[in-house]
């Protein structure tokens, strides 16, 4: 069951305003990061409305939705809001606690878009770094779509776009100690 | 002679070694002695602060603290999501020095962070630190005949509480250096649209689209080319184009340089060095225009009127 009080705060909009540094009360509804968002057409809810819903109280619907996922932080829409709403932060804080309570969109879409990030996040836990073609053919493994991109592959060898190996840190042992540190301060702050 | 710190990124190792590359070329020939960060690693880019935000503070945060140990005051940074991840955990650890601390001692363990050191992007640097007229008098052969659309993407100049550099909606400090070179910058809108970005891989039709639209919109400006200071931008509008020519059934043939590939051929360095093998779109078609006279459109009162009320708001 998803409850709406997080972390202490009586609702959805408390916890979204204090995680975001935002206050989501000041959306008048213009509708003005909707026309500048570049991947509105994409979402389930374009910003303006996940905007209304974080109002409304709507938490399970806003975590669900794809919205928070697609957001790409080019803070365009902050840029142009006219109430100066950090959006892309908001959109985060929502994600984030999705993330933390495991409330995730089922779609297809999505669950390719967090396997990349995991699967980067990996990348940089091994090698301190992001090695780019072992990351590319996990991605395909990992999403059982082996041939994706497989056209680019030839070219891009050869040509030496893109590396076959990684320069890894030295200190790559400190990156595995950082890691683990960080995920026990997100634990402590849940 | 100056001397700033630097910092590659990831991607100075793999796709975008032709920006590392050239990069340092150009320092040098601008008179910047640039010391890279011993061990740096990954910023953690956008995948760090879409899943974890300890990390993300965290990872950006140890090139921070371990910048501050060399003794150069400024520390620059040729990617853009680089930049912005750096510069973002610079500006949220100074503003509260009490959550820098806690990531600084649970996570990060490389000694005390001070905030001492300034985070520019590579562009940033040329422009404020190094300025135009200095790149003007290192430039041997002029790139003039040349039409460039300056694409700068999302991060280099927004948002603006961060990156605190040119204009959010139309900067100029690429064109002013496109054209100290001798090329001519072309009005371009969209300057800071978003190229899909890290999509390119989890879910490629969303860069497809996005790039798409830059590509026809840099075309529709009479550009030969367009330039870049993001290895991202680059490897997106590079290596997607000939996909995005199949999937809209269009012809853009645009070769997508990084900034500092032009500023070094007009510095006078030879063309074998600044490994355009590695570009999927070919660059010969843009670079014969070297040389060429652009016939300026004759002004007409209208036009005059026009060019004064943009100086004016400048």
Redesign the interface.
Known sequence: MITLSYKGKNTFLEAVNEKSGSDVLECYQCGKCVSTCPVSNFMDFPPREIMQMIKLELKEECQMANSTWFCLTCSACSGRCPREINIPAVMEAVRHMAIEENFHPDSKQVKNIRKFHEIFLDMIRRYGRNYELRMMAEFNIRTRNLFKDMHLAPKALLKGKIPLGVKSMKSAKAIKKMYEMADKLEQQSK | MKKVTYFPG??A???S?EFDQTVKMVMKTLDVEMEEIP????C????????????AY??PL?NLVLAEKLSNDTMTVPCASCYQRMKFTKIHMDENPELAR??NT?????GQYQGRVAVKSMLQYCYEDVGIEAIKTKVTSPISGMKIACYYG??LT???AITQFDS??YPMSMDRIVEALGAKAMPFDFK???C????S????D?VLQ?SGKILEMAKESGAHAIVVACPLCQ?NLD?RQP?IEKKFKVRYDLPIFYLTQLMAMAFGYPKDKMMF????VPVDGALAHIGEVIEEPKKTAKGKKAVKAESEVE
């Not at chain 2, 953690?44 to 990390?55: D, K, Q, V």
């Not at chain 2, 899909?196 to 999509?199: C, D, H, K, T």
């Not at chain 2, 891989?201 to 490629?204: C, G, K, L, Q």
Request: proline share 3%.
């Open positions: 990831c991607s190792h793999g796709t070694e061990d740096w690693n990954c953690g880019a956008t995948s760090a602060h879409t899943m974890n935000e300890s990390l965290a990872l140890r806690k990531i649970a996570v990060v363990g490389e999302c991060l927004r948002p603006k959010p909606e800071t649209e978003c899909g970005a890290s999509f891989i989890s879910d490629t969303v996005l490897s290596m996909d093998s590695k570009h999927i």
